[in-house]
């Protein structure tokens, strides 16, 4: 370290002050990797990857597994740090204990705050925040940004009054600004739930209410959309959902990552992944209807031939095929993003 970087760095009033290669704000950022690995794909583009610190919103319509998928990364966070907690700030009532309870997530360790409107909640979050210090272990929900009002919306309704509300916006972007730092310099998680709506336009765009401040804030941005799941004879028995991703500083943005949840059995583990495999000549089709596990390479088949609901839901194979190199490198390639902004040196060159 030459003697002026070490004179301004130590003469600042700001003393977390690092040389960038070594400032711990980008080295070693903490990994939660949960037990769906289509979600630590969509987080990361990694079959071994998971959610780091910082903003992540799940966005969609009402019941598209939203909070659901905020849970699956409380209960990923709790199963990693024995000490964690987490700070649920609820607006709309609708995520009883029996949810977490069904999910193995001790409630005891939730500490649940219920908020009115925007307002409240900046104002509570950054007093919590302010006692939290780095390298305590605390996961943050907010469940849900969509539902909630401003303050001058509430005072308002109290007063009959029923002038247009242009406060909420300006407060959803003080809030985001304020707490942003501090979940970065903490290493905390945030999980954002927010409800989306459409445009008016002739071809309808969706849109992720609170204004610009989300999409600048957020790490990741996904957006849950559902289908039925049919059987065999067209009788609805669950619902597929993708996740797409709108914003992302790690995945390819657009990329669409399914994943399958039934009535009967709850959500399917390994959901997405046979048609990645096949895609990557892991998993081939011999014969309509007939699945078995591949050699890429070669082209091998390997006994044995199993319907397309038995190899989805086959522990044993996929946890073979999250092993394999060939696999791993296929996702990668298809979903993380490209680090190298310049491009081949050959090509500035030229």
């Keep these: 370290m030459s003697k002026l970087i070490e004179k301004l760095i130590n003469s600042g009033s700001i003393k977390e002050s690092y040389?960038?290669?070594?400032?711990?704000?980008?080295?070693?950022?903490?990994t939660i990797t949960t037990d769906l690995p289509i979600l630590n794909v969509a987080f990361s583009g990694k079959l071994e990857g998971g959610l780091i610190?910082?903003?992540?919103?799940?966005?969609?319509?009402?019941?598209?597994?939203?909070?659901?998928?905020?849970?699956?990364?409380m209960k990923a966070y709790f199963n990693k740090y024995e000490d964690a907690v987490c700070l649920f700030y609820d607006t709309e009532f609708g995520t009883p204990p029996?949810?977490?309870?069904?999910?193995?997530?001790?409630?005891?360790r939730v500490i649940h705050i219920p908020v009115e409107h925007v307002e409240q909640l900046k104002f509570d979050i950054v007093k919590r925040l302010n006692e939290i210090k780095r390298g305590d272990k605390v996961f943050i929900m907010i469940d849900s940004l969509g539902n909630l009002a401003s303050k001058k919306e509430v005072e308002d309704a109290e007063e009959e009054k029923t002038a247009v509300d242009m406060t909420r916006a300006k407060a959803i972007r003080s809030?985001?600004?304020?707490?942003?730092?501090?979940?970065?310099?903490?290493?905390?998680?945030?999980?954002?739930?927010?409800?989306?709506?459409?445009?008016?336009?002739?071809?309808?765009?969706?849109?992720?209410?609170?204004?610009?401040?989300?999409?600048?804030?957020?790490?990741q941005i996904f957006v849950i959309t559902k289908?039925?799941?049919?059987?065999?004879?067209?009788?609805?028995?669950?619902?597929?959902?993708t996740i797409n991703i709108?914003?992302?500083r790690f995945v390819?943005?657009?990329s669409k990552l399914p994943f399958v949840v039934t009535y009967e059995k709850g959500i399917n583990k390994w959901s997405g992944l046979v048609d990645l495999a096949m895609e990557s000549k892991h998993v081939q089709q011999p014969k309509k209807?007939?699945?078995?596990?591949?050699d890429p390479e070669t082209g091998e088949l390997f006994e044995p031939n199993m319907r397309y609901d038995a190899l989805a839901s086959n522990s044993e194979i996929w946890n073979k095929l999250l092993k394999d190199n060939s696999f791993k490198t296929y996702i990668e390639n298809k979903y993380s993003m490209n680090t190298n902004l310049m491009g081949e040196e050959s090509d500035l060159e030229q």
Aim: overall charge neutral; glycine content about 8%.
């Design 246 to 248: 709108e914003k992302s």
């Design 252 to 254: 390819k943005e657009k």
């Design 19 to 30: 040389i960038l290669s070594q400032s711990p704000y980008f080295l070693d950022k903490d």
């Design 289 to 294: 209807g007939w699945y078995c596990l591949s």
């Design 227 to 241: 289908a039925q799941e049919k059987d065999s004879s067209g009788e609805i028995e669950g619902y597929k959902f």
């Design 53 to 73: 610190p910082g903003l992540t919103v799940f966005a969609g319509a009402s019941k598209s597994f939203k909070t659901m998928l905020g849970l699956y990364c």
């Design 175 to 219: 809030l985001l600004r304020i707490i942003t730092p501090h979940l970065t310099t903490k290493d905390l998680p945030c999980i954002i739930i927010n409800h989306v709506y459409q445009t008016m336009e002739l071809y309808s765009k969706v849109v992720i209410p609170g204004g610009t401040a989300v999409t600048y804030a957020a790490n």
């Design 98 to 108: 029996a949810y977490l309870n069904s999910l193995g997530i001790d409630t005891k």
